[in-house]
T-cell receptor
Framework: KQEVTQIPAALSVPEGENLVLNCSFT??????LQWFRQDPGKGLTSLLL?????REQTSGRLNASLDKSSGRSTLYIAASQPGDSATYLC???????????FGKGTRLSVIA | GAGVSQSPSNKVTEKGKDVELRCDPI?????LYWYRQSLGQGLEFLIY????????KSGLPSDRFSAERTGGSVSTLTIQRTQQEDSAVYLC?????????????FGPGTRLTVT
């Protein structure tokens, strides 16, 4: 059974810092891995999706990498801003008739 | 374009009452998912619809939970005889297909409180 773990559970950084959020998964047979952002009381916003054949995806100040062999993905946020404060979730999608498997998220606070 | 919409945004109900939660997926998306997010917990899969295929109900926590999808578009999640442990945010997502690009787009959720 796929399990997704995110470390750390919470992170506080000063504005302007570069930071890395970690996501690990136990079964490397994934189709893709998706990173989401969730603001308090809101739904999920898709940030980046990495296909199993890809190693990374970039969108603006965000860069997500995927290493299937080690069962790890990272989300890199450059030059963090207070507006980046949110909970970041990663989710794995496996072959077959299965739903996304989510980690419990990393709660990020960027302090001005 | 319009994203996934859900209604109501908030629902407070008394224990034992039935509730219906609605999801309008993105037009043209054939796959629709329901998830539940309880306080301090991760997202828990409930049920999945794909086109005209039989739904995957493997995540429904009890027979008090059911869902339908009419005309391959709007979906309703029904919880009968609600219990306090049903209190959670119920999230709906849709995607274009279940191929390699299965990027899921989420609605804002319905926050259910059972008193």
């Amino acid at each position: 059974k796929q399990e997704v773990t995110q470390i750390p559970a919470a992170l506080s950084v000063p504005e302007g810092e570069n930071l890395v959020l970690n996501c690990s998964f136990t079964d490397s047979a994934i189709y893709n891995l998706q990173w989401f952002r969730q603001d308090p009381g809101k739904g999920l916003t898709s940030l980046l999706l990495i296909q199993s054949s890809q190693r990374e995806q970039t969108s603006g100040r965000l860069n997500a990498s995927l290493d299937k062999s080690s069962g790890r993905s990272t989300l890199y946020i450059a030059a963090s801003q207070p507006g980046d404060s949110a909970t970041y979730l990663c989710a794995a999608f496996e072959p077959g008739n299965t739903p996304l498997v989510f980690g419990k998220g990393t709660r990020l606070s960027v302090i001005a | 374009g319009a994203g996934v919409s859900q209604s109501p945004s908030n629902k407070v109900t008394e224990k034992g009452k039935d509730v219906e939660l609605r999801c309008d997926p993105i037009s043209g998306h054939t796959a629709l998912y329901w998830y539940r997010q309880s306080l301090g917990q991760g997202l828990e899969f409930l049920i999945y619809f794909q086109g005209n295929s039989a739904p995957d109900k493997s995540g429904l926590p009890s027979d008090r939970f059911s869902a339908e999808r009419t005309g391959g578009s709007v979906s309703t999640l029904t919880i009968q005889r609600t219990q306090q442990e049903d209190s959670a945010v119920y999230l709906c997502a849709s995607s274009l297909d279940r191929g390699l690009s299965n990027e899921q787009y989420f609605g804002p959720g319905t926050r259910l409180t059972v008193t």
